[in-house]
């Protein structure tokens, strides 16, 4: 079975500028979860969705969107970039229920200059 | 809100030595406990997860941890460390929710194991 997938791996931005980048979950998986990996913050709780709908969100600015489509693939967008979005982010995704066991994607390296 | 708090951010040991690394986590209620693994080079990893039942929990690799919920703790122990465990080591928590499904995951800020040959 295939692992999740994000695309691009890496992608070099300026100040001010949007970004949107993608996830693909393991086939069957519904819940797409998203965080952002700093060396000072850590990893960080973005939001996540399920069946279309944003269920649960992080503290994080409403420059921080995302949204998922119908095959449960998601996106996330970034907007007005700053210099402190520059991060790993990661996409991780899971079956429903509570006992659900996240499976993460290699992340995308988001550099803003 | 909850919170994760990982007692040492760096570790290092020599192989054959044995290796706990202390999670506690702050929140009231239920929750979920899981240990990542992030290799050099590769994506976060499940090594355990603790949901309910028997406390004490086995994983991949080798690797248990156990649940004390009077300490609000989820130590990762693994009696005889080897080389390829050089890793950065993650605690997780998250709740479960009505309707179904977890809030997303509280992560602390890692532990960086290097195990010297």
């Known amino acids: 079975k295939a692992g999740v997938t994000q695309t691009p791996r890496y992608l070099i931005k300026t100040r001010g500028q949007q970004v949107t980048l993608s996830c693909s979950p393991i086939?069957?998986?519904?819940?797409v979860s998203w965080y952002q990996q700093t060396p000072g913050q850590g990893l960080q709780f973005l939001f996540e969705?399920?069946?279309?709908?944003?269920?649960n969100k992080g503290n994080f600015p409403g420059r921080f969107s995302g949204r998922q489509f119908s095959n449960s693939r998601s996106e996330m967008n970034v907007s007005t970039l700053e210099l402190g979005d520059s991060a790993l982010y990661l996409c991780?995704?899971?079956?429903?229920?509570?006992?659900?066991?996240?499976?993460f994607g290699p992340g995308t390296r988001l550099t803003v200059l | 809100a909850q919170s994760v708090s990982q007692h040492n951010h760096h570790v290092i040991l020599s192989e054959a030595a044995s290796l706990e690394l202390g999670c506690n986590y702050s929140y009231g209620g239920t929750v979920n406990l899981f240990w990542y693994v992030q290799y050099p080079g590769q994506h976060l990893q499940l090594l355990l997860k603790?949901?309910?039942?028997?406390?004490l929990v086995k994983g991949i690799k080798g690797f248990e941890a156990e649940f004390i919920k009077s300490k609000f703790s989820f130590n990762l122990r693994k009696p005889s460390v080897q080389w390829s465990d050089t890793a950065e080591y993650f605690c997780a928590v998250n709740a479960p929710i009505s309707g179904g499904g977890a809030d997303g995951l509280t992560f602390g800020k890692g532990t960086h194991l290097i195990i010297q040959p």
């Open positions: 086939s069957g998986h519904r819940s």
């Open positions: 991780a995704s899971s079956l429903v229920g509570a006992y659900n066991e996240q499976f």
């Open positions: 969705y399920f069946s279309e709908t944003q269920r």
């Open positions: 603790y949901f309910s039942g028997d406390p």
